[in-house]
C-alpha cells in the first residue's frame, strides 16, 4: 500500500548542489512551474524513497538566511513561515557543501529553531577529499541533532542511504535542539497577535511583518505598531542573532572538519590569479564572448534558415492542397508563419544557454561576475548583466532570459529594460538598406569604408543608449532591496552533463510555451489587421480589373493587387490614422504601415516597403534600394526616399521597441504587462525624439 505523499523541501545556500540532488532524486520525473506573482521557477518532482513511501520534492531557490536579500530568498521565507502554504515541506533536506560547512550551517539551525524535521546531504565529498579536508558524519550528527549523510550528487553515491533515511525520518517525530532562545520581552505581545506559533516562527514572522502576504492586515498593523513602540532595530537584533548562532556551533567543527594543511596554492588558485586578473581576465572574458557571439550570430543561423525553410513549405503544401478559404489562409499565413516565429529563435535561445550554463557549471561565471561587478554597479548594473548585453547584440530575446540569474530585482529589470537598446541582428538588414541610400561607399582615413563606419556608429548608438538609460533608471527606480554581493568562487569542476541539458531544456520548454503564446497571438492579429479591410473582398476584385485595363504582366498584375490590397487594408487605415504623427519625423503614411507590420519582426520592414511599392519578393536588395529611391510622393512631388528620411527612420530602428517577441519576452520574465508597455513607451518616445531632431538637421 502507498501511504500518502510527503512534501520535502530542498534547502541550501547557492551552489551546495540542490539541483542536482534533485536531479539525483526526481530523474525525469520533475517539472518546471512558477512560484505564484514571481518570476522564480519552480521544480517539482517525484521519488520512491523505499517502497511504501513516496515524496514529492521541490527544489527552493538558494538562501544564504532567513533574512533575504533578494526576490527568490523571500520565496523561500514565504514557503516555511507560512503553515498554510500548499508547498510547507513536512521535512527539510537540507545541502551543504562539504568544503563550506562553517558558513553552510548558519541556514540549517534556522530552520531547525523553526521545529521542523530535517536531514542534512553533506554534499561534494568528492570535492573535499581532493582538497584532503574529512568530515565526521556522526560528530556532525552529535552537534546538530539531525541525521547527516555524506553524498556526492554528481556520481549519486550513498543517495540509497539517503532515501532511506528520509523514508525513516518521515515516519519519526522531530527531537530538536534549539540554537537561539530568543530573550526578548516583546516576545509575549508578538504572541498575543499571532498566537498558534512556535517561538521562532512568530519571531521571524514579526520582523518581516512588512511583507510576508498570510497575515491579516491588522495583525500586520499591530506588529508595525510594536516595532515602534519598542525602538525596535532589526539589524542589530539580525546581528545578534547570528553572532549566537555562529557561538552555538562553532566550538564544535575542529571536531567535525579535520584538514591536512599543505593546500594553500592551489590549482583554484593558480587559475583564479589570471581568470580575475585586471589585463588578462578581461580578454579571456572578452574572447569567450566572442564565442557566444559567433555562436548566436553565424552557427545559429544553419538552423534557423533550415527552420524557415521548413514552416514555408509546410504552409505551401498546405496552401496547393486546401480549398481557398478563410481557414485555409489563416492556417498558411497566420499560424503557421506565428508558430515558425517562435521555433526560429530556438536555436539561438539553445546554444546561448548551452554556453552559458556551461561557464556556469565549470565554475567560471562567478569570476566573470566578480571582474565586472564594480563597472557595472556604476550604471545600476549587476556584472551578470554584460552577459544579457553582450547577447543582445544578437538577439533581445535569450539575452533578456539570461538575466534570471541576476539575483537583485533592480538590476535585473534595469538590465531587461535596456538591453533591446542594443543593436540585434534583425536591425542589420535595415541599416544595410538605409545606409547604402543615404552614405557614399568612399574610403575615408586611407582605409575605412565609410558606409562600414556609420554601421559600426549605430551599435555604438545603441550601447550608449543602453547604459545612459540604465544610468537614469538606477537614479530614478525606488528600492527597498539592500544589494549584497554574496559571492563565492566555487571550485572549478567539470561540468555535469545532465545539468547542462536540463538548464537548456528548461530555458527553451520556458521561451516557447511562456512567451510564445502571446506571439502567436499578435502574429494572427497582425495577419487579420493585414488581409482585412472594409469591404475588401469587392475592391479586390476591382484591382484585379484595374490591373487587367493596365496591360500588366502576371508578376506585376499579382504584385499590383498585393500593394492595393495592403493599402486598403486595416493595418492601411492604420497607416493613415498614424501620419500625422510621424510626418514631424519625415515619414508617409506608407512607411507607417511598414511601421507597423514589421512589429511582428525588425526585417518585415523591408518586405513590407517591397510590397507597397511593388517591387516584387524575389528582388536582391540593390534592386529594391533602386525602386525604393524612385519614389516620389505624389502630394509633395518630392522623393520619398531623401536623406533626412533615411536618417530619421535609422534612427527610429536603432532605438524603438519595435519586436512584439521582445515585448513576449519581458512579459513572460517580469509576469506583467505593465513593464513591456512602459518599455515600448519609453523607447518609442526616445526614438521619436532623436527622429525629430535628425530629420530637423538634414532636411
Ligand atoms: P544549486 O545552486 O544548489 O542548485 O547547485 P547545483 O546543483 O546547480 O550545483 C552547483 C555545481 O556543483 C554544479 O556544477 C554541480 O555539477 C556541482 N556539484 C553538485 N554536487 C556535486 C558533487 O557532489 N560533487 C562535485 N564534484 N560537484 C557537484
Ligand atoms: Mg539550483
Request: glycine share 6%.
Amino acid at each position: 500500500m502507498q501511504k500518502n505523499v510527503a512534501k520535502i523541501a530542498l534547502i541550501g545556500n547557492p551552489n551546495a548542489g540542490k539541483s542536482s540532488v534533485f536531479n539525483q532524486l526526481t530523474g525525469l520525473q520533475q517539472k518546471v512551474g512558477n512560484f505564484t506573482g514571481v518570476t522564480v521557477d519552480k521544480k517539482t518532482g517525484f521519488s520512491q524513497l523505499d517502497k511504501n513511501t513516496k515524496a514529492s520534492l521541490i527544489d527552493l531557490p538558494g538562501t544564504y538566511s532567513l533574512y533575504p536579500n533578494s526576490a527568490d530568498e523571500k520565496i523561500v521565507l514565504d514557503i516555511l513561515l507560512d503553515k498554510n502554504n500548499k508547498d510547507f515541506p513536512e521535512l527539510i533536506l537540507y545541502i551543504l557543501d562539504a568544503s563550506q560547512i562553517e558558513r553552510h550551517c548558519l541556514l540549517l539551525t534556522q530552520l531547525i529553531d523553526l521545529k521542523f524535521k530535517v536531514v542534512v546531504a553533506i554534499n561534494m565529498i568528492d570535492v573535499a577529499e581532493k582538497n584532503h579536508i574529512k568530515i565526521d558524519s556522526k560528530q556532525f550528527e552529535k552537534t546538530f541533532g539531525v541525521p547527516a549523510i555524506p553524498i556526492n550528487a554528481r556520481s549519486g553515491d550513498n543517495f540509497d542511504l539517503l532515501k532511506k533515511t528520509l523514508a525513516e525520518q518521515l515516519n519519526t517525530p522531530a527531537d530538536l535542539k534549539i540554537f537561539y532562545p530568543i530573550e526578548n520581552e516583546i516576545l509575549n505581545e508578538i504572541r498575543a497577535v499571532i498566537p498558534n506559533e512556535d517561538t521562532y516562527r512568530s519571531w521571524l514572522i514579526f520582523q518581516h511583518s512588512k511583507q510576508v502576504h498570510f497575515i491579516s492586515t491588522e495583525q500586520r498593523l499591530d506588529l508595525n505598531n510594536l516595532k515602534t513602540k519598542h525602538q525596535f532595530n532589526s539589524i542589530t537584533e539580525q546581528f545578534d542573532e547570528i553572532l549566537d548562532r555562529y557561538n552555538a556551533f562553532t566550538p564544535d567543527l575542529p571536531k567535525i572538519i579535520q584538514r591536512q594543511l599543505n593546500s594553500s596554492n592551489t590549482f583554484t588558485d593558480k587559475l583564479d590569479n589570471i581568470l580575475t586578473h585586471k589585463f588578462w581576465g578581461v580578454l579571456i572574458f572578452f574572447a569567450l564572448m566572442l564565442l557566444v557571439f559567433q555562436a548566436m550570430f553565424n552557427w545559429s543561423t544553419i538552423p534557423m534558415d533550415f527552420i524557415d525553410a521548413q514552416f514555408t513549405r509546410m504552409a505551401g503544401n498546405i496552401a496547393n492542397n486546401m480549398p481557398d478559404n478563410l481557414l485555409t489562409r489563416l492556417l498558411t499565413e497566420g499560424i503557421i508563419p506565428g508558430i515558425g516565429g517562435i521555433v526560429i529563435f530556438v536555436p539561438q535561445i539553445f546554444l546561448l544557454f548551452l554556453i552559458i550554463s556551461i561557464l556556469e557549471e565549470v565554475g567560471y561565471m562567478s569570476r566573470a561576475v566578480y571582474l565586472f561587478d564594480s563597472l557595472m554597479q556604476r550604471f545600476g548594473l549587476n556584472g551578470r548583466s554584460i552577459v544579457a548585453l553582450i547577447s543582445g547584440g544578437a538577439c533581445a530575446i535569450p539575452a533578456i532570459m539570461s538575466t534570471r540569474t541576476i539575483s537583485n530585482p533592480k538590476e535585473r529589470l534595469i538590465t531587461i529594460l535596456i538591453t533591446p537598446f542594443i543593436s540585434c541582428s534583425a536591425r542589420i538588414p535595415i541599416y544595410a538598406l538605409l545606409i547604402a541610400f543615404v552614405v557614399p561607399s568612399t574610403v575615408v582615413f586611407g582605409f575605412l569604408n565609410l558606409q562600414a563606419l556609420v554601421f559600426m556608429g549605430m551599435y555604438l548608438l545603441g550601447v550608449i543608449a543602453a547604459l545612459g538609460s540604465a544610468y537614469i533608471l538606477h537614479k530614478i527606480l525606488k528600492t527597498t532591496d539592500t544589494s549584497f554581493l554574496s559571492l563565492d568562487l566555487p571550485e572549478y569542476k567539470i561540468p555535469y552533463w545532465k545539468n547542462v541539458l536540463m538548464e537548456v531544456s528548461n530555458k527553451v520548454q520556458a521561451f516557447v510555451f511562456g512567451a510564445g503564446k502571446v506571439i502567436i497571438v499578435i502574429s494572427i492579429l497582425l495577419w487579420f489587421a493585414a488581409s482585412y479591410g472594409p469591404n475588401l473582398a469587392n475592391k479586390k476584385i476591382q484591382f484585379a480589373q484595374e490591373a487587367a485595363q493596365m496591360n500588366l504582366s502576371e508578376q506585376e498584375s499579382s504584385e499590383y493587387i498585393a500593394s492595393k490590397t495592403l493599402e486598403n487594408s486595416y493595418v492601411g487605415i492604420a497607416g493613415r490614422v498614424i501620419e500625422p504623427i510621424i510626418k514631424p519625423i519625415g515619414f508617409d503614411w506608407k512607411i507607417g504601415i511598414a511601421i507597423i507590420t514589421s512589429f511582428a519582426a525588425r526585417e518585415v520592414f523591408i518586405g513590407t516597403m517591397s510590397t507597397l511599392y511593388s517591387i516584387g519578393e524575389d528582388a536582391g536588395e540593390s534592386t529594391i534600394r533602386e525602386k525604393l529611391g524612385k519614389q516620389i510622393n505624389p502630394e509633395t512631388k518630392q522623393r520619398v526616399f531623401t536623406v533626412a528620411t533615411s536618417l530619421s527612420l535609422l534612427v527610429f530602428y536603432a532605438f524603438a521597441l519595435q519586436c512584439m517577441s521582445t515585448m513576449a519576452v519581458v512579459y513572460r520574465e517580469t509576469k506583467t504587462w505593465k513593464y513591456p508597455i512602459y518599455q515600448f513607451i519609453g523607447m518609442g518616445l526616445f526614438a521619436y525624439i532623436a527622429s525629430f531632431i535628425v530629420y530637423h538637421l538634414f532636411k
